[in-house]
Nanobody
């Protein structure tokens, strides 16, 4: 069973940048996907970005397209989420998750990190 540990959250002013990291350890499938989701206060968890481990294919939610960028470092078994031009509405707990197939809904994932808080002040 794989394990995920997020880091890199914090408090930033609107227009600023942060980079989140998601380090994978333990046993994982030969190929898998890693996705970032976020949960704003009082709202449901929502998809942010996804990357396939072997091919490196990516997809970003419309709300973050052009501002957030997902990438991976195969040697470090780490996935990153570079977040630029942050807005107050990006404030949320960010989670990385792992699945064996391409999926954009939280219910398809059964391996989650502990989450990291991102707060964007106006």
């Amino acid at each position: 069973q794989g394990q995920l540990v997020e880091s890199g959250g914090g408090l930033v002013q609107a227009g600023g940048s942060l980079r989140l990291s998601c380090a994978a350890s333990g046993r994982t499938a030969t190929d898998y996907v890693v996705a970032w989701f976020r949960q704003p206060p009082g709202k449901e968890r929502e998809f942010v970005a996804i990357i396939s481990w072997n091919a490196g294919a990516t997809r970003h939610a419309d709300s973050v397209k052009g501002r957030f960028f997902i990438s991976r470092d195969v040697a470090k078994r780490t996935v990153y989420l570079q977040m630029n031009s942050l807005k107050p509405e990006d404030t949320a707990v960010y989670y990385c998750s792992l699945a064996s197939y391409w999926a954009l809904v939280p219910s398809s994932y059964d391996c989650w990190g502990q989450g990291t808080q991102v707060t964007v002040s106006s």
